[in-house]
Structure formats: structure tokens, C-alpha cells
């Protein structure tokens, strides 16, 4: 009978899908690889079918994840969680304005019967309540459950060289380049290699608003030449940019606007301001320096240990590290796995260091009402504190401290639209360490 491959495609969040099973045919394509590559689908409509082809490069930046094998295993639940959670990592790519993006899942079936549309309506369930799960907590700022696409393929032998032979999670750039290949246990690809990722805004009547739709370029300041990748903004003014040669020093260049702008201020895509751009004959410039490219290249911060055995040596008596603990949305109860993980650490410093104070200050983004979120800051503040003292911490060590939205970080301010990064920047908790 002849196979044919379930194919999921969806743009920016609809996705599911993932799976552990390890079997691929021989020579896949890996990391490095350029996909040329047309795959014939059948498409369904109200019952009826027609074919269709999938093409590769398309112009998209693509994530292609496969449930199941030709063997006629499938995945589970928790192989679709684990790939909603590389989903929300990367969704610089996959954010709901990304429209130059695509998640797909495709699964092998013998035909295009009950029995695999039950199958797509299991994975579709399941997506749903991952969605809906994730959705509640600020480790998602926007919705899951987006609208998608089925696409039957019929398949009976996979090429050598084919894209469906790769591994189980593969990112494919839009020019058909496989960015990365791997089993979804060991897949961690966190962008582009060797890219800088920043926002692009421009200050009119005291307000600082993204600029869409601008080229972004890199001045190789070795060879005198623009780099041949290049990015346009997108709607929150963000972009990205590969690096060829990371030894060189680089301006980046904003493409002139006209008269529309006649001011440009390069930030992070969290919204953190770097510097004013001067005006050129090529546009808007500026040279970027070491501490610039730390800051556009997303490096992950030290852990909150190593940080603070550097402030136990040193002269400092005060120490403040900024930290990401999540809660349900509007709560103040601490559920998250990872979140706990990093207050253990901050248990274990205080228990080790018995002269240390500490301050648990806790600060909300400007999306509802100031008094609520003043109050609410305040609750998680002191949730923490709780955390604390029931694992043996002296309750007159510690103290909570809520700031509401008093002190964001950016310009996302009350009735700022903004994009989740840019509210994720602003909501976190900080932890202030006084030597006694």
C-alpha cells in the first residue's frame, strides 16, 4: 500500500509536533546542507483531494518537525510538549507577526483514511491543551492555538538526499540552508549562527516608536564591504543579522528612510537602548563595540551562583541580579520547574552566607491597571519570601518589596504597543544582597 506523509503546516504558532525515535534514512540532510527539493502533497478540501508541491528553498524560514516513522510508530504527548517549548524559544522566528515563517509537522500514514484523520485529531487536541496550558503563564505571550493547515504527501521511498529523511526536528533558512538537524532531545539551535538580533526605533513627540519595514545592513570594518546578509524590520521595528567573520568590527547601517524618520536609536529586541545612529551617506550608522555585540547577540546571563561567588570576593557590600521567575498569568504562585530551580540556588547562597540580607523586589510590565499590578508585584514579592522561609531561611533576613510597573525598563509604557519580548523585558524579579 502506498504511504503517504501526514504534513502539518502552519505559520508562526500552530504547531505540534515532535518525537524521540531516532530512525533516519541514510544521509539525511544535516546541518550545513542546501535543500533543492520539490515534494508533491495531496491537499485535502471538504472531503475531496488535489495535488499540490512543497518546495524547498521557499522563502521561509522553516521548522520541520516529523511524528512518527515509515515503520508506523508514533509519537506521544510529551514529544509534542517538548516540542512546543522549542517553539516558544524561538519565537523571535515564530511570533505572531513573523508572517515570513513556517511551523510544519508531517506523520506517515498508510492512507488518507479514519484512521489517520483520528490520528490528526489526537495531535490537534493535544496541541490545543499545550496551547491553552502555556497560554495561562507569562512563558507565552501570545497564542498557540493558531490556525493550520493538513497536507497529505504521498511518499513511497525517501530519497537519499530528501529533506524527510533528516532528523526529527530540522530549522531550514529561507534560502533552503539547514540551520540545524537533530533528535528533539538534542536539538538546541538557538539562531542564527553568529547573528546579531536588534530593534530599530525612532523618537517622535517624546515617544519612541519601532520603524517597520527598513533594510538593516552590516559595514565589515576590515573589508570596507556591506555583509551579503542583510534584514528588513519587521512591524516592532526587529531584525537579525548573520556574521560572517566574527574577528572583524562592524557599523551597522540603517538603509535611509527619506524624510519619514530623521532620527534612529538602535536597541535590543527587549527594548534595552544601545545608541543613537548619525546620519550618513548610506543611511543611518553606527559602529558597534564589544559591549554592543554582547548585548545584540542574546548571550545567556551567568547563573545566579557563579555571579554571586564573584560578589563574595569582592569589596562590594550590594549586589543586585535580575531574574526571570514565572508565574500564572495575574498569580503569584511559583509552579514553574525552572523557577524554583533558581530560588533553590538563592536558598543555598543564603544558607552558605548567614551574615547576607536580602531584597525581593518584584516588578510587573505596563499591560493593566497600575494599582493592580502594584498589588500583584507586591503578592509575588512576597510568595517568594514564603519560598524562602519554608526551606529554612530566617524570615528577618529577607524582605519583599513589590514595584508594580513603576520602573519598566523600556518604552513600553501604559497603551504601548509592544511585542512580548519587549513586555518580557520589564516583568521580572530582582534579588538585592547586602553583606552584613
Known sequence: MKHLLFFFSFAAFAFFCPAQTKTKAPG????????????????????SFYQRNFTFPNDAFTLLYRFGELNGTRDTYDSVYQM????????????????ASRLTCYI??????????????QINAWTKAIGDSM????????????????????DTKIKPKSILGAAKATVIA?????????????????????????????????????????????????????????????AYGDFEISVADESADYSIIVKSHGTEVDNIILATQAGQEISRLKRTERGFEYKLIPNDVVLLTEKESEDISLVFSKFGGSKETDLKVSENILYALGQYKIEDAE?????????????????????????????????SNMTLSEKRSASVINYFVTRGVDKKRVKAIGK?????????????????????????????FTKG
Not at 532531545?185 to 553568529?194: I, T, V
Not at 533594510?215 to 524590520?233: A, C, F, I, W, Y
Not at 510597573?405 to 504601548?416: A, F, P
Open 28 to 47: 539525511g540532510p544535516r546541518a550545513g546542507d542546501k535543500i533543492v527539493e520539490s515534494i508533491p502533497y495531496m491537499k485535502d478540501s471538504a472531503g
Open 174 to 234: 529561507a534560502d533552503g540552508l539547514v540551520l540545524e538537524s537533530a533528535p528533539i532531545s538534542a536539538f538546541k539551535f538557538k539562531g542564527k549562527r553568529g547573528s546579531v538580533k536588534g530593534k530599530i526605533l525612532t523618537e517622535k513627540q517624546d515617544k519612541k516608536l519601532p520603524v517597520p519595514n527598513v533594510m538593516v545592513t552590516l559595514l565589515n570594518l576590515k573589508t570596507g564591504k556591506e555583509e551579503q546578509d542583510s534584514s528588513r524590520t519587521d
Open 135 to 154: 497560554v495561562k503563564t507569562e512563558r507565552a505571550g501570545y497564542n498557540f492555538n493558531r490556525p493550520w493547515q493538513v497536507l497529505f504527501i504521498t
Open 339 to 371: 523557577s524554583k530551580r533558581i530560588l533553590d540556588k538563592v536558598v543555598k547562597i543564603l544558607k552558605d552566607n548567614p551574615k547576607v540580607t536580602l531584597e525581593v523586589i518584584s516588578h510587573t510590565d505596563a499591560q493593566g491597571d497600575d494599582a
Open 84 to 99: 512546543v517549548l522549542h517553539v516558544y524559544r524561538l519565537n523571535r522566528y515564530f511570533g505572531p507577526r513573523r508572517k
Open 404 to 432: 508594580g510597573e513603576s520602573e519598566v525598563r523600556n518604552r513600553c509604557l501604559n497603551d504601548v504597543d509592544c511585542s512580548d519580548k519587549e513586555h518580557e523585558y520589564n516583568r521580572r524579579t530582582e534579588f538585592k
Open 108 to 121: 506517515f500514514v498508510k492512507e488518507a483514511n479514519a484512521e489517520a484523520i483520528a490520528l490528526k485529531n
